[in-house]
């Protein structure tokens, strides 16, 4: 990091989401619109901000983060690559939409090339309710991409007092302020705004992955199924026929795939298409189960959940084809 006198540069990229929600009654807490205020007025409502860094916004998009696109997702990280490459920038926020925070984290933790501090943060409650939690998140993000301490860790999500992983975290509640939880644990805190780290994630991160996204335009096409008792061979197929490079199977318990569900996953993996094996339980590694899953080459997803192996596959397969290699990737990041 830059270390001078002067404040540390930061710059805010706002993507939308409750953060900058704006609702007609300051009680309502859903109903309302999402992304609608704009950055300028996220950074104004939060003066303290300025005594920890020097701050200037840009606005990305300005979504509600289930829309969120893999057209949205390259030009945003293509955008944190050129930021970041510049000597007078010393970190990144960004503002999303809680929804899919999770996802932009580990797609940007995937394909950012710089071990400097990105933060993303967001909000449960609208900027316009009594006890919005948005204006905290915004200024401890701040205070966090600003820290020497956020240098080389991945992506970071901080929310709540709390700082984890892009790679582990996950919305767990559909409402609640506390919803952000890693299955493996947090890596540290927001202690009265300072940062207070005590675990690092070994895995490959922002700064020292493989993925190089600056000349793509677009991202490989993979789905996601959703197994569950009297699964059938339906979303498989039409997967096939639709033309996916690869299905992620939310699979039961270790990634356990109902038998008419399996005989069509086969076929695809026949077909030339990847499969991997995930699991819906929300916690624990997939790990190698029954022989026909392996003689079908079918992958195992590791710990991480099926909406980041769809990312994980879709970047894998910008490189490779190589079921073997796109596997150690899977062990590796
Ligand atoms: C969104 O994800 O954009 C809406 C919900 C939220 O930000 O909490």
Known sequence: MTCTAEKPNVIILATGGTIAGSAADDTATTGY??????????????????????VRG????????????????????????????QSDVDGIVITHGTDTLE????????TVQSKK????????????????????????????????????????????????S???????????????KSPLGPL?????????????????????????IGALTDLPYVKIIYGHAGD?????????????????????????????AEAALARAARAGIIVVRSTRTGSGTVIPAEQSYSEAGFLEGDSLPPQKCRILLQLALTRTTDRRQIQQMFYEY
Request: overall charge negative; charged content about 20%.
């Open 117 to 164: 501090p990105v933060v993303i943060t967001g909000a449960m409650r609208p900027a316009t309710a009594i006890s919005a939690d948005g204006p905290m998140n915004l200024l401890n993000a701040v205070r966090l991409a600003a820290s020497p301490l956020a240098f080389d860790r991945g992506v970071l999500v901080c929310l709540n007092d709390q700082i984890d």
């Open 103 to 110: 996802e932009t984290a580990y797609f940007l933790n995937l």
């Open 188 to 212: 540290g805190f927001m202690n009265d705004g300072k940062p207070t780290f005590y675990n690092r994630v070994d895995r490959r991160h922002a700064g020292e992955t493989e993925f190089e």
């Open 58 to 85: 840009e606005q990305i998009a300005s979504l509600d983060s289930k829309d969120m696109s893999d057209d949205v997702w390259l030009k945003l990280s293509k955008k944190v690559n050129e930021l970041l490459s």
């Open 232 to 260: 059938d061979a339906l979303f498989v197929d039409a997967a096939i026929q639709a033309g996916v490079r690869g299905l992620v199977y939310a699979g039961t318990g270790n990634g356990s795939i109902h038998q008419e």
């Open 33 to 54: 619109q999402a992304g609608a205020l704009g950055v300028g007025v996220l950074i104004n409502a939060v003066p303290e901000i300025k005594n920890y860094a020097s």
């Open 166 to 180: 892009a790679r582990h975290v996950t919305k767990t509640h559909t409402t609640s302020l506390d919803t952000f």
